[in-house]
């Protein structure tokens, strides 16, 4: 049998930047191959040039043995190469059924087969064993993970030869992330081939047989997964050993900072009661749509607060908004960093000062030249690749970007820091210098909550963990009592005593 | 890269000024030719070099003499004092289309105010904050009823329209003709460019002030927070509700000046008037640079905007085009100016 796909020695540059220098992939058929570079090593620019959005400047492609050169995306799907992004892309408007059959409806000169269509959209759906997701719901109103789950179903329905997934575990939980497995497992054993871009290595050496590593735009190592340990891999990425990606320190807790109780949004959570200490890191696990958002939500006054109460400093508000909490020394990070976390468009400076601007104003009036300064300084100490203050934050990186979101909280000063998936989609580089500041502001005695799906980084960064299931939290014990295995139990744990 | 990236913002400031220039020469070159014509037309047999000669070039004259750039300038002033109000909805994210009828309105109530006998400080306070009243309205029913700006704003242009000609009973407002504001928009010495008329100063005032307060101000940082992400603004702690209450208040304030200076133009207040006005304002911010996706445009862009429909319409006058040739062509270069603003956006990105 002929290679699936086969790339030799592609090269891409914009401009005066080279994004790919050199790069070779082979892929059999019914192989899963893990692509993995930190971001910026060109994977998202190599898979763009195989799904026929950028032309390679020179490099040959070919598919089952025949040279190969998409030269559009439609080109390229019809050839049978399907590509699931990082970013959703979806039409929020549309319907679940409407969104799996975009572009491929079944139809009768022009008049859609709406039974038909139904069918093929359920039947999509229960190869991904979520067949429970309502078909004829406007996909705005689904959760990101059930959101990516029509994404991928839309991805099945053109039957493709070979399926890109760019990072497809980011915003699923552990339940759901074992579902796309089996779905892999199924599609491979149908002959697909899928490249699986991934930052969770983990995952990659579970579901992967083979791996391709790129940096800086050149393919630096290939090999079969079983013989490769993680510490090889990562070397190969990064060009240099990192000794611990989560650094462990002793915190000592002070007095409470954060206390909720039975705590209780419109319609999350249903019931959260705990205790956060200064200089404590506390996990929040469970999986996607459990409320851990919400409860950080309904905590920081974005949602309205339904029932129980939240106390900070020791001192209780039935009502709140963010702009009291923030008065309070209370700062959230956004899950959502491209739609709620920043302003895309504005410089860094804007968005990293943007809730604190006494140290750069007077009387109401902003000082754009010690706005840069200060700005400037917060680059330096977080290690922001940028050109400069001024520029737009839209234009960077997501590790970049994310720097600046968590950036504005530290400019804050904030004393409790509510973070929600601070390390989703963004390199593994980015990710250690991110658990490594969460250390060092638990060790000044700031307190920190800690939203995460990964459970080896809630496991290796928090001091303590509660794990919410259907809107109510489970006790918090310290991070050295529960193991993936209880706290996955504990996340699905109430589904199997209701159902 | 950090060259190309001011080289882009210069860009962006310039545009607006490359717009203007570019409208001026073109109606230079045309108002030039057609004197050229209308002489030869009046010797008969000449050709086109010796009708060049012969030609004195009245219409150009006109055209770039300094009693019509003056003139030019005080017919901006009521587009351009709209649109310094518009220019900060628009950067927020909303849009205005009730500002002609307030505009009318307030120049009818003022009217009427001074048909009483009131006095000219107090019928100018009351008719500005009658503005600002009529946009806190807006700004509530919008964030109170969680309406898109469009709809509310489409229901207060019927809405102030009424109201004018109900105040007016349907007909023009005369008061008495020595009142002081009906020296505000008067030309004295057209030889001069100075003293130019006050209404042109109060619109720079106006423009300098509200400049400061979009650049320099927290106030500002949020008016273009809330227009480049509504909900990063909430995060970030801004009031967002009371913040649209303020910025249609205050866009308001503009308004009923605008109002005032329409008064003291047409020295009546006429319920009819300023129909549509609110599209050029709309017109002057966009050709601005501003985005009607909220969060870019500049005060400075928008007032170069509004020069720039001026310019267009006073060139036309002059050719001696009907109204309708006027109309197309500020059609045309609102989605010229657009379009170009788009490419420009699109190679820097």
């Known amino acids: ?499 | 890269m950090n060259l190309s990236r001011r080289t882009g913002q210069l860009l962006g400031i310039l545009g607006p000024f490359f717009g203007l220039g570019l409208v001026g020469c073109l109606f230079m070159v045309m108002l030039g030719l057609k004197d050229v014509a209308d002489t030869r037309e009046k010797e008969a047999g000449a050709t086109w070099k010796q009708a060049a000669r012969a030609c004195t070039y009245d219409g150009l004259k006109a055209f770039v003499s300094i009693a019509n750039l003056k003139t030019v300038l005080a017919q901006t002033v009521i587009v351009a004092v709209g649109a310094l109000g518009m220019t900060m909805i628009i950067v927020s994210g909303g849009i205005d289309l009730s500002v002609g009828s307030v505009v009318a309105l307030t120049s009818v109530i003022g009217a009427s105010l001074l048909q009483r006998g009131w006095g000219t400080g107090s019928v100018a306070a009351v008719t500005i904050l009658f503005g600002a009243m009529i946009g806190m309205v807006n700004g509530s029913l919008i964030t109170g009823l969680r309406l898109m700006p469009f709809i509310v704003t489409l229901g207060m242009m019927g809405v102030a329209r009424g109201a004018a000609k109900w105040v007016g009973r349907n007909a023009t407002v005369n008061y008495p003709t020595e009142s002081p504001l009906n020296n505000l928009m008067k030309m004295e010495d057209l030889d001069s460019l100075f003293p130019l008329p006050a209404g042109v100063w109060i619109a720079l005032g106006l423009a300098a002030f509200l400049a400061l307060v979009m650049r320099q101000t927290i106030f500002g940082r949020y008016v273009f927070a809330i227009g480049s992400n509504e909900a990063t603004a909430r995060l970030c702690g801004v009031r967002v509700w009371l913040m649209k209450v303020w910025i249609y208040a205050i866009a308001g304030l503009f308004f009923g000046s605008a109002g005032l200076l329409q008064l003291t133009r047409l020295t009546q207040g006429d319920p009819s008037g300023a129909i549509g006005l609110e599209l050029d304002m709309i017109a002057a911010v966009v050709i601005g640079g501003a985005s009607l996706n909220g969060g870019s445009g500049s005060v400075l862009g928008s007032m170069v905007g509004a020069l720039v429909i001026q310019t267009l319409r006073n060139g036309s006058s002059l050719m001696s085009w009907p109204t309708f040739t006027q109309e197309i062509m500020i059609g045309v270069v609102i989605i010229l100016a657009v379009a170009l603003d788009r490419l420009r956006q699109s190679r820097k990105g």
């Open chain 1, 1 to 499: 049998m002929p290679v699936r796909l086969q790339m030799k020695d592609v090269r891409k540059s914009f401009g005066a930047t080279a994004a790919l220098r050199g790069v070779s992939l082979r892929v059999e058929p019914g192989e899963v191959h893990a692509l993995i570079g930190e971001n910026g090593a060109g994977k998202s620019t190599l898979m763009k040039v195989l799904s026929g959005a950028h032309r390679p400047d020179s490099g040959t492609l070919e598919l089952d043995g025949k040279p190969f050169t998409p030269q559009s995306p439609w080109h390229a799907r019809d050839c049978g190469i399907a590509m699931i992004y990082q970013e959703l892309t979806l039409a929020p408007d549309l319907t679940v059924e409407e969104n799996i059959l975009l572009g491929s409806e079944p139809a009768w000169g022009g008049w859609i087969h709406r039974k038909r269509r139904r069918q093929l959209a359920h039947q999509a759906l229960a190869e991904l064993h979520h067949d429970t997701i309502p078909l004829t719901k406007p996909v705005r109103r689904l959760t990101i993970a059930e959101q990516q789950v029509v994404e991928i179903a839309r991805a099945l329905v053109g039957e493709p030869k070979v399926l890109i997934m760019d990072e497809p575990t980011s915003s699923l939980t552990q339940v759901d992330t074992e579902n796309l497995f089996r779905v892999i497992d199924k599609l491979r054993q149908r002959g697909v081939s899928i490249v699986y871009i991934s930052h969770f290595l983990e995952e990659c050496q579970r579901v992967c047989a083979r791996y391709t590593v790129l940096r800086d735009g050149e393919s630096v190592g290939t090999g079969a997964m079983a013989s490769a340990s993680l510490s090889e891999i990562i070397r190969l990425m990064v060009g240099r050993e990192i000794q611990d990606i989560y650094p462990r320190s002793e915190h000592a807790f002070g007095r409470p900072v954060l206390e909720l109780t039975r705590l209780a949004g419109r319609t999350k959570p249903r019931s959260v009661t705990l205790t956060l200490r200064e200089g404590e890191i506390l996990g929040l696990a469970g999986l996607v749509g459990a409320g851990r958002t919400e409860t950080l939500r309904v905590c920081f006054g974005l949602d309205e607060l339904a029932a129980g109460t939240v106390a900070v400093l020791q001192r209780e508000h039935s009502r709140s908004s963010p702009a009291a909490r923030l008065a309070e020394g209370m700062g959230l990070l956004s899950e959502n960093r491209k739609e709620e976390g920043l302003m895309l468009q504005r410089s860094l400076a804007d968005n990293l000062t943007m809730t604190r601007f006494a140290p750069v104003s007077r009387f109401g009036f902003v000082s754009a030249r010690r706005q840069r300064e200060c700005t400037r300084e917060w680059m330096k100490r977080l290690d922001v690749r940028a050109q400069g203050p001024g520029q737009t934050v839209g234009e960077l990186s997501g590790g970049n970007q994310q720097k600046i979101a968590f950036g504005r909280l530290l400019h804050h000063a904030a004393k409790i820091l509510l973070l929600d998936e601070p390390t989703r989609g963004i390199d593994v580089g980015s990710k250690a210098q991110i658990y490594r500041l969460m250390g060092e502001l638990a060790a000044a005695g700031k307190a920190v909550v800690f939203v995460s799906s990964y459970l080896p980084e809630l496991l290796g960064v928090c001091d303590t963990i509660g794990v919410m299931c259907r809107g109510a939290l489970s006790a918090v014990k310290p991070a050295r009592d529960w193991t993936e295995h209880s706290i996955i139990a504990t996340a699905i744990g109430a589904e199997v005593t209701s159902a």
